[in-house]
């Protein structure tokens, strides 16, 4: 007897895909938005908890798509601040990350949209294995759903941030249906989280034309983007694509998006110790954000085993804010979570991918 081989995964399927096949085992379209209440809403671990189903219909559910997630949890760390960390096994055995951070108002999830990276940062454990292949939308939802499930039963998800594995805007075409998707819900449910875009936020390593295609979307989700340098020369030092990009395109492209959506650009900046933390630094990132509608976010190194990076210290930080500020340009630390469980971008599959002896691709 063949072994029940699933080939899709429930999550891959939108509302409508889903309304299909309902309607293909002769069940009426209501049953498709029960489906997804039960996947979205009620964390339904499996079709026989879908309790207001037919049973025929919890059988076929379960024959077609074998569980309602997809991915396996291969790893499941917790932090002392209650960060969570889960590696997760997806169906052709890769593996991606996604972390649960809590604050006393805030659930946050940060997830992973590629296995692996192209971009090469050098500061950043994501690449150092190059990429392997975008993900699916299905794969991108269920991260979210699986640390959705870690949650207290009366607890729900306050904000996604896209900044987790990969690169986000090279994989637009399966991002942009899963947040639409985990965007949607609201008092007629068709599944989704039911949050507003606006508590989304997506971080990319800064390529213009996806920018501007982000911005024709239409939605106000938040844009970040890695900038890490006032100028081209350390900034091609630090994230190697941007020797074909350029920082003015960059923020051309992200002023854009401002007009296209009224959000507030981020602008993310990993503060290396005696390298990108000094004042000159800092004065000439503040001359090229001055009147700009933006904010940086500062983000004390993670410190990766491997690589020669080191913290800034707190004196050359706060001098870093001050110079901003002074500047009027609006500047935040970001909190470190997660530090005791490699919670930093890539640390854990990297880790784990070593462990299974994958050979170093870059
Ligand atoms: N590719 C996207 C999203 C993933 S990285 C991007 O470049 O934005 C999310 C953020 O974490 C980026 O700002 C990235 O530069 C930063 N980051 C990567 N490695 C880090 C490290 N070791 N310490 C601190 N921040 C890091």
Same mark, same amino acid.
Not at 172 to 178: R, S
């Given at each position: 007897m063949l072994s029940s081989v699933t080939s899709r995964a429930l999550c891959d399927l939108s509302h409508v895909d889903l309304v299909a096949w309902c309607a293909a085992q002769g069940e009426p379209a209501y049953r498709a938005g029960q489906v997804r209440r039960w996947l979205f809403e009620k964390r339904a671990a499996s079709f026989d908890d879908m309790a207001d189903l037919p049973r025929a219909l919890r059988e076929a559910l379960a024959a077609e798509f074998g569980e309602p997630l997809a991915s396996r949890v291969v790893r499941h760390q917790v932090a002392r601040d209650r960060t969570e960390k889960l590696l997760l096994e997806l169906a052709d055995g890769s593996t991606v990350e996604c972390v649960l951070m809590r604050e006393p108002k805030r659930r946050t999830v940060c997830i992973s949209t590629q296995v692996g990276c192209a971009m090469g940062c050098v500061f950043c454990a994501s690449g150092l294995l190059g990429v392997k292949r975008n993900l699916t939308a299905g794969e991108i939802i269920e991260q979210v759903l699986r640390a959705d499930r870690l949650l207290d039963p009366g607890e729900r998800l306050t904000n996604v941030v896209v900044m987790g594995i990969g690169e986000p805007l $090279? %994989?637009? $075409?399966? *991002? *942009?249906? #899963? =947040?639409? @998707? =985990?965007a949607s819900g609201g008092p007629q449910p068709r599944g989704g989280l039911g949050l507003s875009p606006r508590r989304f936020t997506v971080s990319t390593v800064g390529l213009p034309d996806k920018i501007r295609e982000f911005a024709e979307v239409g939605h106000p989700y938040n844009l970040a983007v890695s900038l890490h340098a006032p100028n081209d020369r350390l900034r091609t030092d630090l994230v190697p694509v941007n020797k074909n990009i350029g920082i003015a395109a960059i923020l051309d492209a992200a002023d854009h998006y401002f007009e296209k959506t009224g959000r507030r650009v981020t602008y993310e900046?990993?503060?290396? +110790?005696? !390298?990108?933390? +000094? @004042?000159?630094? #800092?004065?000439?990132? #503040?001359?090229? =954000? /001055? +009147? /700009?509608? $933006?904010?940086? %976010? *500062? !983000?004390? &190194? %993670? $410190?990766?085993?491997? &690589?020669?990076?080191r913290d800034p210290t707190p004196e050359r930080v706060r001098r870093f804010v001050e110079i901003l500020e002074a500047a009027g340009v609006a500047a935040t630390i970001r909190k470190r979570k997660g530090a005791d469980i490699d919670a930093a971008c890539g640390q854990l599959r990297l880790k784990s991918e070593r462990q299974n002896g994958e050979p170093v691709a870059r």
């Open positions: $090279a %994989n637009l $075409a399966n *991002l *942009l249906p #899963a =947040l639409e @998707t =985990l900046y990993v503060l290396l +110790g005696g !390298i990108n933390d +000094g @004042t000159r630094h #800092a004065n000439e990132l #503040a001359e090229r =954000l /001055r +009147g /700009r509608h $933006a904010h940086v %976010n *500062l !983000i004390p &190194m %993670n $410190a990766v085993a491997e &690589m020669p990076f």
